[in-house]
């Protein structure tokens, strides 16, 4: 049997005893389970992160599910919940993302302002939720806070709505007001319970989900210009260019093809390299997340040890942050 940690000492691990719980990893199939009870879609996103763990159109083999087709979350999201164990079976430490469209919900994303000055029509707004107190004002109706809501690790707010089978509310960024983003159809939002680097995504609110209010439809409605949909919750990153997309490949391919007896050690050394690089902001921590894990997942490196791994050699680069030059790869 292992014996506790003691504190301080590195977390990495060369040897699994899974009986041996890893870090406070929260119960995140129950997330799932609990979520699809309440007639929520889910998926799985990869752990600490809020970028789908589904394969996408790229890495697409066209077999499985997507023999006729490739088939994206929005699809693959369910309410099943045989899938959904056999899903967080398969990926135990994933988070939880829940498909607005197929839940016929419509979340409005309310961020702080993080030290930034409002724009003078939303003067004195210190976040997204003072912006939507000022709507709700100008339109003579209450404030729309008595819903389910969730707390983000970023202290931003995500005000849970329901809207009919119908709905055709997409994504929206900035658009109803400063601070104010919305996931709708082709959007996912991450559900309470899962987890970040920098904390737990909390229940702020336990209301039922209330209806969306009629006066708030106008302000999330496609303008002549339609809006780029954001399939990435509570942040917009831009499409990594052609150099970005192959360095992530190339860091990947160190892990897929080390030495069987390396491969662990050589996925904590790639995301020490990517950690540098997320530091100097030239990757997301998501992306970086991501690309480690499609990695970890071909060596079949078990998602808890990858998580471990991929957490430690992050934080290692993070001190280190680096930019790539404009030579090399
Ligand atoms: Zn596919």
Known sequence: ????RPAGTARRRTTRNPKWPRRTTPDLMGVALSAARRGMFVFPLWPRSKTPALHGKRRCDRTGVCAERHLGWEYRATRDPDLIRYWWRALPACNVGIACGPSTLYV???DPAHGDEPPPEWAGARHGRDVLAQLAARAGQPYPGDT???????RSEHLYFQVGVDSTLRNTASRAGWRIDSRGRGGFIVAAGSMRRDGLYTIARRDPI???????VPHFTAPSSPEHDTTVSGGVHPLPDRRRRR???????LVKHAAPKTAHDTLVRAAYTLGRLVAGGQFS???ARAALHNAARQRRIPTHEADDAISDGLLAGAAHPRRLSDHGL
Not at 1 to 4: C, D, F, I, K, N
Not at 210 to 216: C, H, I, Q, R, V
């Open 148 to 154: 389910y809501t969730v707390l983000s690790p970023s």
């Open 210 to 216: 209330a209806s969306l209010p009629p006066w708030l």
């Open 285 to 287: 921590e998501d992306e």
């Open 1 to 4: 049997m292992s014996t506790p």
């Open 108 to 110: 409005l994303d309310l």
């Open 247 to 253: 360095y992530l490949d190339a860091v990947a391919g």
